[in-house]
């Protein structure tokens, strides 16, 4: 198992910036693809970025694209997700999750492991 704890959320103005972390511990984080996903208040949890378990590929929403940046550093079981450019409709809670598969789901349904949340705040 995998256990998932995130940070870094907070309240940013419109075009700033933050960072957020995904902390892992338990399984071997390296073995798993990991996926942030964002749930604005009264809609549906949604894909915004993904990496794989060595990080060589990754994969973006196309409303994050050339803004988001997602990396990750097995050696401290960490994936961080750099936004910039913030837009008021970037506020949500953002979660991140672990895959079992190689290459990454954008779809909820193929995450084993998700972390609690943290929120992001994004004032106009």
């Known amino acids: 198992q995998v256990q998932l704890v995130e940070s870094g959320g907070g309240l940013v103005q419109a075009g700033g910036s933050l960072s957020l972390s995904c902390s892992a511990s338990?399984?071997?984080?390296?073995?798993?693809?990991v996926g942030w996903f964002r749930q604005p208040p009264g809609k549906e949890r949604e894909f915004v970025a993904a990496?794989?378990?060595?990080?060589?590929?990754?994969f973006y929403a196309d409303s994050v694209k050339g803004r988001f940046t997602i990396s990750r550093d097995n050696a401290k079981n960490t994936v961080l997700l750099r936004m910039n450019s913030l837009k008021p409709e970037d506020a949500a809670v953002y979660y991140c999750?672990?895959?079992?598969?190689?290459?990454?789901?954008?779809?909820?349904?193929?995450?084993?492991?998700w972390g609690q949340g943290t929120q992001v705040t994004v004032s106009s």
């Open positions: 338990g399984s071997i984080f390296s073995n798993y693809a």
């Open positions: 990496i794989s378990w060595r990080g060589a590929s990754t």
């Open positions: 999750a672990a895959d079992k598969s190689s290459v990454p789901h954008k779809t909820t349904k193929g995450y084993d492991y």
